[in-house]
């Protein structure tokens, strides 16, 4: 990025300020939940919010279905403008709605919406990114989703205590609104000049890196799938076992991750705590994912795909360690303190191990292997997750409900875990073999 950094800086602070925007405005549903319930004018129940939430989560599904082909056909730009826009639009809806069936139809209509971010930043990225920087860019973006909910929840529930909740809605989507207008005018689709991504052809210090871009810049601009339609293009990833592998891996990751759901009902229910020290305690999941994203954008471009593998191996193998931790601390006999303390570390580093392999490595694949269809390829793949998260929230309440709920809860999580180390080796092993090919 270092020789053409006037354009590409706009490009990656308008997608992050963008996506950023948008996450706020999927966010809210959450952050405005217990000013609903307290609204006795609109006389919702805990049983109303959680239909909020399913009713979300089938709209981000079938949003990823909507969004990624037709990113494909009408390009990243125009794609990423209109999600931001009708988040906006559909929280200020969210906002004046008076009753359950208003709320449940915008809560899906703003996360389906939301689907549109990731695939839209993909087409951004894979034209406007070299592909050798690609783990760089998509780590920084990705801490546009940790960052903006952070903050979301606390600069908005602090307005909550002195505003009206609906007012809240409508500052949130004024917000998105700036947001939209200034990536309206510093968003391009792609660059102009045809040898924008021209290296320097002296530079053979390293001749391994040097072919390594040659290769990367070739499959960029004549990949395989050029000419092909949507319909060859989807047969193509079906017959393709990398595809697969990729989803296996991203459903097995997105269920890891789906434990932030859990993690404030869990520290309060293990350790005593009050509802409002729980949910402080739980962004101890956040922050150690955010973490791990920074940590990715200093090394991820930097290794080549055989030490992305043990790297990324050795970080879902300390992920599993940590539910180990959570599961057998309680006979290690340590003091409360020290418990609670141990359990919080456990879980900072659980976020932290898994961050990078669950955003990274799928993101730079589907640009690189699905070249025209990117956008579509990252939302089949997504889809596959969302799937996996849905099927892994409706188990895992019920065995937190069971007896020795939260010891059944873990032993899920310690298998998928494991089953998550596995997975992402085998992925990160057939890149490493697939690029191994095309060097010989």
Known sequence: MSNRPPQQINIIVSMYLGYGAMMICRQMVTILSPALLADETLGLTKTNLGDFAAYGTLGALVGKLI?????????????????????????????????????????????????????????????????QHYGRVWSILATSS???????????????????WRMVAFIAAIFALIIFVGCYFYLKEKPSPPNFFKEDETNTDNPEQATATKQALDNKYNHPLKGIGTIGGLVTFAKSP????????????????????????????????????????????????????????AFYDRFSKKGIRAVLTIALILSLLSVLTLQYLPLFNLIAELNYTVALVAIFLFAFSISPAYYLPMSIFSIEYGGPHSATLVCLIDAFGFAASATFAFIGGRLADSADGWSNFMNMLIFISAAGVISVWAFMHSEYKAAKRVVI
């Open 67 to 131: 969004w990624g082909p037709l990113a494909d056909k009408i390009g990243g730009r125009f794609t990423f403008l209109i999600g931001i826009f009708l988040t906006a639009l559909f929280i200020i809806a969210f906002g004046l709605s008076p009753n359950v069936m208003a709320f449940t139809g915008f809560s899906f209509l703003l996360y389906c919406t939301k689907s549109s971010g990731w695939p839209g930043m993909t087409k951004l990225v894979g034209e406007w990114y070299h592909p």
């Open 146 to 164: 940790r960052l903006s909910v952070v903050l979301a929840t606390l600069f908005f529930g602090w307005l909550m205590s002195f505003m009206h």
């Open 242 to 297: 990398r595809v697969w592998l990729v989803v296996i891996m991203l459903m097995m990751l997105t269920c890891m991750m789906a434990f932030l759901d859990f993690v404030a009902v869990y520290l309060m229910e293990s350790y005593q705590l009050t509802p409002s020290q729980a949910a402080m305690a739980s962004t101890v999941f956040p922050v150690g994912s955010l973490t791990g994203l920074l940590a990715s954008i």
